[in-house]
């Protein structure tokens, strides 16, 4: 985060909630699609490429690309959970039923705590949004052609994978 509300937000979110500050951590920096959430899985994450495969259904993959604080993150809750011998196929999960993956409800009263620990009136996707490209224009210095490449690239199939992973950081190494 470039602002001081953000970095307080963010130091105060890893020290509250390890899910929740991985969670916000994804999502500044990618601004996944809010039904894909739920499904991601511990065993789709590319912690060297540092991406995130979402099976969409069997034919359809969603890529949820990530930066260096985004896997620092992912890498302490894999962590807290595995010293709480907690292990669940899915990343975010509640204990509703029984540790069960979250739900549209979950994400958006997640996006309310956030706000209220960030002391921001509202928070919305669509705010998110807009954040994350004003992230990938500031830190990344991608043009706004190129932000909107990298936030289009919700689903694909599966053989594009490594193609979209290519143009991704060909898109961020030119302009670094």
């Known amino acids: 985060p470039t602002t001081l509300a953000g970095r ?10 390890t899910q929740l500050s991985a969670f916000f951590a994804i999502l500044c920096c990618s601004c996944p699609n809010k039904g894909n959430i739920a499904k991601i899985e511990w065993r789709r994450v590319n912690w060297k ?4 495969e ?10 949820i690309y990530l ?31 029984g ?3 979250v739900t549209d409800n979950t994400i958006t009263n ?15 996707f669509g705010i998110m949004r807009n954040t994350c490209k004003e992230y990938l224009k500031k830190v990344n210095k991608l043009n706004d052609e190129q ?4 936030l289009s690239w919700k689903s694909f199939e599966t053989e594009f994978k490594y193609l979209i992973l290519d143009e991704i950081e060909n898109l961020k190494n030119k302009n670094n």
């Open 8 to 17: 307080v937000a963010y130091k105060k979110l890893e020290e509250e909630n």
């Open 49 to 52: 490429k540092k991406y995130i």
């Open 54 to 63: 979402v099976v969409v259904d069997d034919n359809t993959r969603s890529m």
């Open 67 to 97: 930066d260096n604080y985004a896997i620092k993150q992912l890498e302490k809750l894999r962590k807290e959970r595995y010293d709480k011998g907690l292990k669940r196929k899915h990343i975010f999960i509640t204990k509703y039923k």
């Open 99 to 101: 540790w069960s993956p």
């Open 110 to 124: 997640w996006l309310d705590k956030i706000a209220k620990i960030g002391n921001v009136d509202k928070l919305t």
């Open 147 to 150: 932000i909107n490449r990298v």
